[in-house]
C-alpha cells in the first residue's frame, strides 16, 4: 500500500524510475508527487503534443482542396 504523508510534510526520497536512483519527490496532498531533481530527464513535449504539432505543419505545407 503507498505511503500517506502528513500535511506538514512537503518533500521525501523516493526511487526514481526515470532517473534510476533515489532522488527528491514532491509531496502533494500527503501523496508522493513528481520528480523534484534538477537533473531529472523531462520530454519538453508529450508524444501526442508533438504529432499534433506534426501534423499541423504538414498541413500548412500542403493543404487540401475541399477542407
Not at 500517506?4 to 523516493?14: F, L
Not at 526514481?16 to 523534484?36: F, M, N
Request: hydrophobic share 25%; proline share 7%; net charge positive.
Amino acid at each position: 500500500m503507498p505511503e500517506h504523508y502528513t500535511k506538514n510534510v512537503i518533500a521525501d526520497t523516493h526511487w526514481c524510475a526515470k532517473c534510476q536512483r533515489h532522488t527528491q519527490h514532491r509531496v502533494d496532498a500527503g501523496r508522493l508527487g513528481p520528480c523534484i531533481d534538477p537533473q531529472h530527464p523531462v520530454a519538453s513535449l508529450t508524444k501526442a503534443q508533438e504529432k499534433r504539432r506534426k501534423d499541423a505543419e504538414k498541413k500548412r505545407q500542403n493543404p487540401s482542396l475541399f477542407e
